[in-house]
């Protein structure tokens, strides 16, 4: 009965919310949710009246058998509707939950013991190292799906080590489980785990293989190279370490590793195949060698490219084995000249290059290589000729050579001429210079009255409602000479002021 008032307390609630839900999809689940519980309150009126009926006559004296008799009706009606098998009869009931705690318990004392867990690397490996249960789940149901939570006592990655702020009471990993780089406790099924080896210390001599740890709290392959009272001299094996000489470590801080003193027949194996390997390895480059002396060499050299990048794709593949000369490939079977870039027209299809190409009669139109060395040819042609240039300019005298720049449009200000321009006007004669400041004068009074004209002639255009372009554009020529004279007249006034102050000095 209290059952039924928990259901129509539930059912008041959802009828409740019915009236003030519109329509939608929130209200279709609120109906299925009615039903259901409407259904559930007539299943279990029924229950309660059959288990009724039945203790009826008993239920004074024994409460205790009422209540197993109606556990059992109950686990039988649900094994009717297929949720679980019932139980073989009523004495496998009342043991069930007596034997669920006893196997939590047992399993519970597994905290703190020491086993051979396994560990999974990330490139694939299986292997097992010395590990402690750290915690069991405490609702165990099927003791053959148990899984345990356990911790590397001589973790030798860092995703075996232990974390130390998920372990510290005061502190707290704000990383997740996956997220970490170190371990939080590895779950592992309990069947895998398999007995734990005690280490034996009597057995270790100069050579033996032991585990030792470092200062990063792992445990590196090492080999024991001599033996003191409370430790010993190791030489590590692992490459990533930086004290390559022997380290005093003790006997606390070593693990030794269990290994037969015959080979096994795996391992004889194993090392037959790698020699013969090694032997068939060597012939095959005997053979490439031989292979790359009888072909002929390319005219340029491998890796000519390289010399515009930063690459070193040459050395890479020799220090694989690749042989100067031979084709690519394990066998040399490949091509032996690298294939050359193509710079293709954009836009344009494959027919039209080949066409062009036919047409051009020039194999290597669109070599990337060949149009490289085109471009840096015509660059250094092009740096000579400013070269002799500049060397013609040097012996040019003061008349020529502003004749010369005037030719050339330039500006002496804000250019490279204006020195050499100063250092001609430094070596001239004082007749050069006043012969050279009058025809500047001579100039400028020219250029001046074509600009007049040229702007008597704009304004006319300007009045019959014409774009007088071309002019536009002389007469900004114009203006850009009368600069141009001003600035040669002012550095030969410059000049020759000088020169009278430096006289002035020297009589005085």
């Not at 779950?187 to 001599?205: A, C, G, H, M, R």
């Not at 250094?380 to 050579?401: F, G, I």
């Not at 600069?483 to 002021?497: A, P």
Request: overall charge negative; charged content about 30%.
């Amino acid at each position: 009965m209290e059952e039924n008032g928990e259901y129509l307390q539930q059912l008041q609630i959802v009828n409740q919310a019915l009236e003030q839900c519109p329509e939608g999809p929130e209200r279709d689940e609120l109906i299925s949710l009615k039903d259901s519980i409407e259904e559930l309150i007539s299943l279990t009126n029924d229950e309660s009246k059959t288990s009724h009926f039945s203790g009826s006559q008993t239920h004074k004296d024994q409460d205790n058998d009422t209540l197993n008799d109606e556990y059992s009706l109950f686990l039988t009606e649900m094994a009717k509707e297929g949720a679980f098998e019932t139980l073989k009869n009523e004495d496998d009931v009342k043991a069930y939950p007596s034997t669920s705690s006893t196997i939590n318990k047992n399993f519970v004392d597994l905290e703190g013991k020491k086993f051979r867990a396994p560990h999974k690397h990330p490139w694939g490996q299986l292997s097992y190292h010395n590990a402690m249960v750290c915690s069991v789940p405490p609702d165990i149901t099927d003791p053959n799906e148990l899984q345990v939570k356990v911790l590397f006592l001589n973790p030798t990655h860092n995703e075996m080590l232990p974390c130390p702020y998920y372990f510290d009471c005061d502190k707290d990993c704000r990383f997740s489980e996956d997220q970490c780089k170190y371990s939080h406790g590895e779950t592992v099924p309990f069947k895998s785990l398999q007995e734990y080896i005690e280490p034996n210390f009597e057995d270790l001599k100069i050579g033996s293989e032991v585990l030792a740890k470092q200062d990063d709290n792992l445990w590196y392959r090492a080999r024991i190279t001599q033996i003191l009272e409370e430790k010993c001299l190791v030489k590590f094996e692992s490459r990533n370490l930086k004290n390559k000489q022997c380290e005093e470590v003790l006997f606390k801080d070593i693990l030794p590793l269990e290994r037969g003193d015959t080979e096994s027949e795996s391992d004889i194996e194993e090392q037959l195949n790698v020699e013969d390997e090694e032997i068939s390895s060597k012939k095959l480059r005997e053979e490439l060698i031989n292979k790359s002396l009888m072909i002929t060499p390319s005219s340029n050299p491998l890796g000519e490219w390289e010399k515009y990048t930063k690459g070193i794709g040459s050395k890479l593949m020799q220090k694989m084995g690749y042989i100067i000369g031979t084709g690519l490939g394990k066998q040399g079977e490949g091509i032996v000249n690298p294939v050359s870039a193509l710079v293709l027209p954009q836009g344009k299809s494959l027919d039209f290059c080949m066409n062009l190409k036919e047409q051009c009669n020039d194999p290597h139109l669109f070599n990337a290589d060949k149009k490289c060395k085109s471009k840096i040819k015509r660059a250094q042609t092009k740096a000579v000729k400013k070269a002799q240039q500049r060397v013609k300019l040097e012996k040019m005298e003061l008349d020529k050579y502003i004749v010369w720049h005037f030719a050339c449009s330039k500006i002496p200000i804000q250019d490279k001429e204006c020195n050499m321009l100063k250092e001609k006007l430094k070596a001239a004669l004082p007749t050069v210079l006043n012969i050279a400041s009058f025809k500047i004068d001579e100039r400028t009074k020219v250029i001046t009255k074509k600009t007049e004209k040229l702007k008597i002639s704009i304004q006319q255009l300007e009045r019959k409602h014409q774009n007088p372009k071309a002019l536009y554009k002389r007469m900004t020529e114009r203006q850009i000479d009368i600069k141009r004279l001003t600035v040669y007249k002012k550095l030969i006034e410059n000049e020759l002021i000088l020169r009278k102050n430096k006289k002035d000095m020297s009589v005085f």
